[in-house]
């Protein structure tokens, strides 16, 4: 399945054109057509954009990550609820199964 979503290199910037002041924009800037997510100014709207800027990076990480802990935990119950959440958390970011 090819990604949906913006794979590049994202930044929050603050100095969003047109926007009303604080307010922050979260850009895929090595696209070569940037779209912004634009988040509101307060500390929530703040922390959601570091969030979402995060996210490819952190999408990427926990799916190459999974099958390492899958190995390293083989033959144990205890980690098993915690590979079912990164399973969860990766479909729930792809639109895939668990």
Do not use: F
Not at 64 to 72: D, G, I, T, W
Request: charged share 15%.
């Amino acid at each position: 399945m090819q990604n949906q979503y913006a794979t590049g290199q994202w930044a929050v910037i603050d100095d969003v054109p047109n926007a009303a002041i604080g307010y922050r924009a979260i850009i895929e800037i090595d696209d070569g057509h940037p779209g912004a997510i634009v988040c509101n100014p307060s500390p929530m709207g703040e922390a959601n954009a570091r969030l979402i800027a995060a996210a490819p990076d952190l999408l990427a990480a926990l799916e190459e990550l999974l099958p390492v802990a899958a190995r390293s935990i083989q033959g144990t119950t205890d980690g098993e609820p915690i590979l079912q959440a990164a399973r969860a958390a990766i479909a729930k970011a792809t639109g895939g199964q668990p």
